[in-house]
């Protein structure tokens, strides 16, 4: 049982204070190499237990009646014992609450017969969790029980002493926070039955004010111990990163002083789901719970009250913290997260440079062939005409479509479907294709879940490409990325030779220093840390982007001045040296990710590059486009205070800066599906310069007969379908171009006229009399060659677009790439970006290309990126349709 006296917390019978992991978030769980790397990690970092709570495996919530096979057993029983011989408290967790009947006599006896056999296993610790179910009593145990706390209560008493009062165990409450308590957490009647019923040996699990706490303080503390008759066990999600499928967290443990710990009776992070993440958040845990051991309760920050040193540095340094707790945090020199941070890094770099091959079914035999265009992810749906091919003949009409265009409606609730139920202690058969994977279904509901596109919901390339297939420049041997966040990957049985490569990389990782050459420095982690700081707070390098991407936008001014003034304006050279220290940062981010690709860790890679990936992805195209809106204050302030909970700025710094684009609403264009494999040709986004129009050329001959090769259809006139289909562009409207660039050059375009009209007006006085001059007009026959029917369009007359198009899509473009020069799936997306960036800044609502009708394969390709038919069949002119986008 638990005592206290007037200098802080007795603990008689009981563990020492608890320090470790909860493995405890939603998606897949971590494989046993994993886990026994972690009880490693914990013993070096001096944290003592585990908690074996995935919630996705199906035998410790979905099902958790079923027992454990032989095979099953087998492993967990490896796991029990390979977590004793790294001093590790191996907590066995169960989370019956999704359909438990507590007045059903077979339902406690399958409970207890479960936890006997975990019990078999050496397992001498052990949890009930309750959280994230229905608070409601079925009928037949409304008649058991007065209340939903008495019934849980009366189950664990009872599991409790049948496990003959184990050294440990923990009770994780359905109201588990303060935002959950009703109506608060002192008058809470469910909180009080908890802290009144449930036996004094028995741990309680509190997250804090919120799921996910900014801040743990000593009144809030104080105030769910006074409630629950003793300290609480703190099941902290300040990593956790299972609510967003955009965010990962890799900075310190931060903002809990050490001044806590005499008010609790220990701290179990739950953090990212991608294991390899998360060595910041145990190291500098570990830290934290060793910086004050033989702390006792003080008064400095009880019922908000300070000691008269501490109201004196308060008085000094009142505009430099926001509130007491941080005085009284930052002031607190055992513990200090920046320090804790560099100190951690050391030991980072070692892993970052130990050889660490992923699970086989992280590897492909070969990355897919031609260029797929990702699905969004599920959780930001956009239109249905976003993502499906629109047939010329299907045409909506054009006040719908025009009116159902728009963002998607904000989430209500986080209560996220859940995943495919699967076992984390038994092998799966390694699938020979990436689709074979499983997705998440959807039904049911669990806090703090997402909703991942599967790998099977990523467009096939026969489907959603027009181009060849890749038959050349594409590496082979490329490791498939696979969402740490999808449940469809089962953990995997070790073979004598899985374990003797795990030995061996574990000798690698924790033994004597690689002899390799590093590839990540100090420096290099430090940025990447900072690129993915924490929930409440961006790290330098995220600050950097976005408040300067903030000043160019609202100092872009200066340019426009410089362009009418032949002399350089103090200002205008300003910006342009702080746009280059702009454009140098970006290459620097670009740069982490090469670096983490050619890492020996492998491992490591295929947990992070996806959020790498999508971030560098954008930082392209605000590089590419300097063109913002502003950053507002008022949203900074509440994204860090911590008064809402982290998912309500859902996105981190890539929604910061998607925010700052003009385009910000087209969520198609930037929550996008990571490829299933690692990219490894890097690509740059830029605008348009006017040497790069012979590669434009030869990129629109290379994909001039519907999305294929024209070079044989048009050998004697090369440049005939970049005069005709790209040359009014460069020539009447070059401002509005953007390229796609790669070590070998220009490998795509997107090319536009801000007034699609005017730009008609100019190509009928200047551009067409150039052509004409340029190829005379064929001889009338009965047929032409392909070449002549073009050379005829030029000599003929152009009926004009109907106004209705002009008037709900004034802006034109054409964009085309090179497949076998692309590996990454997501440049057409971002592409498109960049050029419908630059055309909202200059006022334009909707933008439409045109195609001809035969072209199937670029209609398809322009619908999966958000186009639509605007002409009806009637109204087609010359064999053309008109496909258009709202922007």
Not at 361 to 379: E, F, M, Q, R
Request: glycine share 4%; net charge negative; hydrophobic share 35%.
């Amino acid at each position: 049982m638990t005592l206290e006296n007037g200098h802080g917390v007795l603990k008689a019978d009981k563990m020492k204070f608890i320090s470790g992991v909860v493995e405890g978030f939603y998606g897949r769980p971590w494989s046993a190499d994993q886990r026994k790397l972690l009880f490693t990690w914990m013993q070096k970092c001096g944290l003592n237990t585990y908690m074996y709570a995935p919630k996705d495996d199906y035998k410790h919530r979905a099902y958790w009646r079923e027992l454990y096979s032989v095979e099953e057993a087998e492993n967990l029983s490896h796991l029990i014992t390979a977590a004793k011989e790294k001093e590790v408290t191996f907590v066995y967790a169960i989370s019956p609450g999704l359909d438990i009947s507590f007045s059903n006599v077979k339902d406690i006896q399958a409970l207890k017969r479960k936890l006997e056999q975990v019990s078999t296993f050496g397992c001498e610790a052990f949890a009930l969790l309750f959280d994230d179910i229905d608070p409601e009593l079925s009928e037949a145990d409304r008649s058991a029980f007065q209340s939903f706390g008495l019934a849980q209560v009366s189950v664990s008493n009872e599991i409790y002493e049948h496990l003959h009062e184990p050294k440990l165990f923990l009770f994780c409450p359905t109201e588990y926070c303060a935002s959950r308590a009703v109506p608060t957490v002192s008058s809470s009647e469910y909180l009080n039955t908890i802290g009144s019923k449930l036996l004094p040996g028995i741990d309680v699990m509190w997250t804090g004010p919120h799921v996910v706490s900014k801040k743990l303080s000593i009144p809030s503390l104080e105030e769910i111990s006074s409630v629950l008759k003793r300290p609480s066990v703190i099941w902290d999600n300040i990593h956790a990163n299972d609510y967003d499928p955009r965010r990962v967290f890799l900075g310190p443990y931060d903002g809990r002083s050490p001044e806590i710990i005499p008010y609790i009776n220990g701290v179990m992070t739950n953090p990212n789901t991608e294991f390899e993440a998360n060595f910041m958040a145990i190291h500098t845990l570990g830290q934290w719970c060793q910086s004050n051991p033989d702390g006792v309760k003080k008064d400095i920050m009880k019922d908000e009250r300070m000691s008269p040193i501490a109201a004196d540095i308060k008085l000094e340094t009142e505009n430099d913290f926001a509130t007491g707790d941080d005085i009284t945090f930052r002031m607190d020199m055992r513990y200090q997260p920046k320090m804790a941070l560099k100190a951690a890094i050391k030991d980072w770099l070692v892993e970052l440079h130990s050889p660490s091959t992923p699970p086989e079914n992280y590897l492909p035999p070969s990355p897919p062939a031609g260029l797929p265009l990702p699905d969004v992810i599920k959780t930001c749906l956009t239109p249905a005409f976003t993502t499906q091919t629109s047939s010329v003949s299907s045409i909506p009409a054009m006040t719908l479509i025009c009116s159902s265009v728009r963002a998607p409606e904000p989430i209500a609730t986080f209560l996220q479907p859940t995943s495919l139920p699967v076992s984390s202690l038994i092998e799966i058969p390694q699938s020979d294709s990436i689709s074979d994977t499983g997705s998440a279904t959807e039904s049911g509901a669990e806090p703090m879940d997402i909703a991942i596109t599967s790998t099977s919901d990523c467009l096939d390339s026969s489907q959603s490409s027009p181009m060849p297939s890749v038959t050349d420049g594409a590496p082979q041997d490329v490791p498939l990325f696979e969402k740490q966040n999808s449940s469809d990957s089962l953990m995997q049985v070790e073979s004598d030779t899985a374990t003797e490569k795990k030995d061996d990389c574990e000798n690698n990782r924790l033994g004597d220093p690689v002899k390799s050459e590093p590839v990540f420095s100090e420096e290099d982690a430090l940025a990447l840390i900072d690129l993915f700081y924490m929930p409440f707070e961006h790290g330098s390098n995220s600050l950097f982007f976005l408040q300067r991407l903030y000043w160019l936008r609202n100092n872009a001014l200066a340019i426009s001045k410089k362009k009418e003034h032949t002399e350089n304006t103090f200002e205008a050279t300003e910006w342009h040296h702080l746009s280059e220290e702009f454009i140098a940062k970006v290459e620097q981010a670009s740069d982490l990710l090469v670096k983490l690709v050619n890492g020996p860790n492998k491992s490591f890679m295929c947990d992070l590059y996806s959020y790498l990936w999508d971030l560098i992805s954008l930082l392209k195209i605000c590089r590419a486009h300097v063109q913002w809106l502003g950053f507002s204050k008022g949203y900074k302030e509440a994204f860090m205070s911590g008064d809402q909970e982290p998912w309500v700025f859902r996105g981190g710094l890539q929604a910061e800066l998607q925010r700052l684009l003009p385009i910000d609403s087209a969520h198609d264009l930037f929550y996008i599906k990571p490829p299933d494999y690692i990219v490894t040709r890097p690509c740059n986004l830029r605008p348009y310069r006017s040497e790069d129009e012979d590669a434009l050329y030869q990129i629109c001959l290379k994909t001039c007969d519907d999305g294929m090769d024209g070079t044989d259809v048009f050998p004697d006139s090369p440049l005939l379908m970049g005069d005709k289909l790209l040359g009014k562009f460069l020539t009447l409207s070059p401002e509005y171009g953007f390229v796609i660039e790669d070590d070998m050059g220009v490998c795509g375009y997107a090319v536009a006229a801000l007034d699609a009209r005017e730009l008609a007006k100019k190509v009928e006085v200047a551009w067409l009399p150039a052509m004409r001059e340029k190829y005379q007009a064929p001889d009338k026959k009965d047929s032409y060659s392909p070449a002549e029917e073009v050379i005829q369009s030029f000599h003929c007359e152009r009926k004009t677009i109907s106004d209705d198009v002009y008037l709900q899509f004034p802006s034109v473009l054409r964009l085309d790439v090179l497949p076998s020069r692309i590996e990454d799936p997501a440049l057409p997306r971002r592409l498109l970006a960049c050029v419908l960036s630059s055309l909202k800044c200059n006022g334009s609502k909707g933008v439409h290309c045109e195609l001809s009708v035969g072209d199937k394969f670029l209609i398809d390709f322009y619908s999966k990126l958000g186009f639509f038919p605007v002409t009806s069949m009637d109204e087609i002119v010359e064999d053309t349709v008109n496909l258009g986008r709202p922007i």
